[in-house]
């Protein structure tokens, strides 16, 4: 059965301390990709792949995606993309273009600013899918319905307006999502969303929960061409998704008393 890995970047940097697994250096991002490229994989986008499969490609395809839209995804990512000939999926947190990624908290100034929309623009130029990943960041499961709808519909009109391009794909902020915000995001028009999941997606499952593999600091070129041929392998990906309801209910309960869990 075909098996489809989707890769799932945030910063393309150095960052230390709890935050680091966020970020990986320019130099790695290279390695990483030549890796999968000698490996035999074609990258693309994510909705270019699920396209592909669609029309029956027998490419070896594997999705490259990257979160929050950090500056240096402009700066670092695009020519280490262009050079390695890698396509990919950037998801724009939009609420938050223009400044820092305020969910990280006090971590936030180590990973740079944020891309403002005019950057964002030179992104889609380069031939770089946008995607979206909300307005302000929230994990959208456990919102209010006129929130909820605010988060996915807004920030997704914006996008089209300003870029003058349709937006097909979304990522769940934190991965979090539940049957009401898959809804919601099919009826706004998307037609594929990502989760992190940590295995591989098989053409078929739900494409409002396509699952991703994190590549980290601690990936060589090697071990990122073994993870995207097995997917994370042992216990936990299956227990993370056993545990998702009752996850949920705590950060529903934390909410209602001021603390956002993610």
Request: glycine content about 10%.
């Amino acid at each position: 059965m075909t098996v489809l890995p989707v890769l799932m970047y945030h910063s393309v940097s150095a960052v230390g301390g709890p935050m680091r697994d966020l970020a990986v250096p320019p130099a790695l991002l290279r390695e990483q990709l030549s890796a999968l490229r000698a490996a035999g994989y074609r990258l693309v986008g994510l909705t270019e792949a699920l396209d592909l499969i669609d029309q029956g490609s027998t490419d070896r395809l594997l999705a490259v995606t990257f979160d929050d839209g950090y500056r240096d995804f402009l700066t670092e990512g695009v020519p280490i993309l262009r050079e390695t000939g890698a396509g990919a999926t950037l998801y724009a947190s939009v609420g938050h273009l223009g400044g820092t990624a305020g969910w990280l908290g006090r971590w936030a100034p180590d990973f740079g600013p944020l891309l403002t929309w005019d950057e964002l623009s030179e992104v889609a130029a380069a031939g770089v899918e946008i995607g979206n990943h909300s307005m302000i960041h929230h994990p959208l499961d456990v919102l209010p319905p006129r929130q909820l709808r605010a988060e996915i519909l807004d920030s997704h009109q914006q996008l089209e307006q300003r870029l003058q391009t349709r937006v097909r794909s979304f990522a769940y902020p934190h991965g979090y999502h539940s049957r009401r915000v898959r809804d919601l995001v099919a009826s706004a028009g998307y037609d594929n969303a990502t989760e992190v999941g940590r295995r591989l997606h098989t053409p078929g499952e739900k494409r409002l929960a396509v699952p991703r593999l994190q590549p980290t600091p601690g990936h060589r070129g090697a071990d990122l061409v073994a993870l995207a041929q097995t997917g994370e392998t042992g216990l936990a990906p299956r227990l993370k998704q056993i545990a998702q309801p009752g996850w949920r209910v705590a950060r529903r309960v934390a909410r209602a008393l001021g603390k956002n869990l993610t």
